[in-house]
């Protein structure tokens, strides 16, 4: 089998068209993860993003004075 | 739920903090050694371990995974625990990845200035260290993932997808890219040959800057500058696409780095578009970091780790910005092999690297010692010379890049080269160079700032464990539940994550090299290229020793100046049996690839031990201990057992033969320098101090019989028959 995938591959053509479809398939999931991301609810959006926040154990100490 | 205590490990944290400090002074120290050989060639003249072409190496390395890659865990093993709200899954594996990793710098730093490398750029250690780095970043990665798997807290923040990306992608990377065979314990040959090599090799070496210098630097972005500014990040939503974007692109863009070379014309023209769509997610996470401060400049203004953070940010866009359009091949045609490129990277290191690393420091290690920092005032001050250092760096390299490309390509208006001699361009742009070491100087010092005011601060105080608290998370079903939408599932799922991770960096490096190496019209064949002679293999083995490709090239473009000064441009075929490849990225001296014939053997012998002897101007280093090295032959027949298994075609009988064969041409090389009086010459009298000495039994030979070999089967094919 191995050998099958070997002979294929180094004879096959048009290497290039792999890109084009990689390319396509891309956007293709691009658009589709606009879409997804773009209807995240904003209360989940706001949680997530202040996760940073939630350490209360971190000391804190200004370092500007 | 009841609530679990827990401690999250702080230790290895420090440590890391100060290996962090302490190869970061070491990596930018090596760098001015480097940069001060312009203006003082042969201050080291002699002492082969610290020469220019072993030191360089050197100094990329350490500054990468030296001083970066020490700050990636310090702020990845930090805001890991917090974020997730469990201690690192393994303290073993923890120590394992921290004294690994400085096991395998220690390492580094012994064996490049031995000249024990592969020679291939950012990768040069050789195979028993590619082996350990190997382990100690499954330590990493396993250590990381595991952490993942037993969290406390459900979603997984966007700065561990950026950890996760690097650890899986950067395992990838460095296995494929480092696949050799050992000829001994200290030489491998990469099992990849010419544009294979190539393809390879700048696939890895573009994403290490995408994988090591960017992904996980942006994943202390978007922990740290939100940390710093008090304030969340700008938008998440733009942070997801930002994530999944730039790793699926960034991976496809390596062969930017081969515009114009022999590699297949596909593959550039995929590294030029790649490149190009490479700026919107890049440009997505620059504008999510700079806009997290919004509302809060005036806070810019007051705390230098925000001065840090922003100028780091806008060197990454900047950085992002050049990187596309030097991706252009018109753009690219006048930037390649010049010191444009040095300064294009150097906005990336010093500005977005080390600045976002100098900033978390200074955010870091007052908390992690519970105190405060010593001097905000001396902060301010690092932020000064380290800016002023940046911009006294960059400048004076872009103009050099800029000259250097409009004095190679300058034609007089009859058709002949305004500049033949490439002496000229290298002494037109010595003053840049002088202003770069200024540069350079100024950044170091700021850097010796951060170290006094960092001991200053933690002077009297010790770090201990932090103690949290937080509930064991509830099981939830592995499906997605109602109303939960996809990337709020996928965030809960650490491993599938991970591996989605893999398969979107995994996809642009299948579809770029496996057609490049198994399509065999991609690299045709020609039958006048013949495998090297074993002396000839003994000098390129030498030549790569010392860092040769550092500053001169085996590439020529096929452009009108580039063949009308160094000869026919090159072609894949030439290329079949170098393992490793030598195109090399920067042209401080000529284009090597057709050197064969142009000058006799006794030029070589005296340039070796003295350039300026053979070139006024010169700035090449003096490699006098090539001359008085004892030429080793004694594992010739390993090397070239080990060429046999990656696919150059020495019979048994070459191999057999390969010492009475060295003899012989090392003879008639010999020969040809005793017929030129070579006992006369300076380099013969002060290298030998006035004794006789066997010539053929010195290294000098072996480099000679390569060199003089460069470019021959192609343009001379019946001299390198007759060999």
Known sequence: MLRNIKHYLSTQEGAEMHDLIVTVIFFIIFVVMLYLVWRMPKHRVDELKNMPFNDQNENDYDTTK | MEKEKFYYDDKIVKLFAWATIIWGITAFTIGLMVAYFYWFPHYTSGISWLSYGRLRPLHTNSAIFAFVGNGIFTGAYYSTQRLLKTRMWSDLLSKVNFWGWQLIIVLAAITLPLGITSSKEYAELEWPIDILVALVWVAFTVNLIMTVVKRRVRHIYVAIWFYLSTAVTIAMLYIFNNLEVPATLFKSYSVYSGVEDAVVQWWYGHNAVAFFLTTPILGLMYYFVPKAAQR?????????????????????????????????????????????????????????????????????????????????????????????????????AIAHFTDWIIAHVHVGTLGWNSFIISGMLYWLIPRLYRTKIYSVKWMNWHFWIGTIGILLYVIPMYIAGWTQAIMWKQFNPDGTLKYP????????????????????????????????????????????????EAAPLAPVPAKRQAGEDFHNWLERRGVLFTILTLVATAIGGAVEIIPTIYVKSNIPKIAAVKPLTPLEQLGRDIYVREGCYVCHSQMIRPFRSEVERFGPYSKAGEYVYDHPFQWGSKRTGPDLMREGGKRPNLWHFNHMYDP??????????????????????????????????????????????????????AKAIVADLEANNVEKSPAYQMAYKGNK????KKEIVALIAYLQRLGMDTTKPHQTAQR
């Open chain 2, 232 to 332: 969340p990040i700008y938008s998440y939503r733009l942070s997801i696409i930002h994530f999944w974007t730039l790793i699926f692109i960034y991976i496809w863009a390596g062969p930017h780095h081969l515009l114009y070379s022999p590699t297949p014309e596909w593959a550039q023209v995929l590294g030029t578009v790649f490149s190009l769509m490479l700026i919107f997610p890049s440009w997505g996470g620059m504008i999510n970091g700079l806009l997290t401060l919004r509302g809060a400049w005036d806070k810019v203004r007051e705390d230098p780790i925000l001065k840090f953070f922003v100028v780091a940010v806008t060197s990454y866009g900047m950085s992002t910005f050049e990187g596309p359009m030097l991706s252009f091949k018109s753009l690219n």
């Open chain 2, 421 to 468: 001699e490439f002496m000229d361009t290298v002494t037109a742009i010595l003053p840049m160079h002088w202003i770069r070491a200024i540069g350079g100087t100024l950044y170091l010092t700021g850097f010796i700032i951060l170290i006094w005011n960092l001991v200053k601060t933690v002077k009297g105080h010790t770090v201990e464990d932090t103690e949290a």
């Open chain 2, 612 to 665: 300026t002897s053979m070139m006024d101007g010169s700035i090449m280093p003096k490699y006098t201990w090539i001359l008085t090295n004892d030429l080793d032959v004694s594992d010739i027949q390993a090397r070239m057992k080990a060429l046999r298994t990656v696919g150059v075609p020495y019979s048994d009988q070459d191999i057999s033969n390969a010492q009475a064969a060295i003899e012989q041409q």
């Open chain 2, 693 to 696: 000495v066997d010539l053929s």
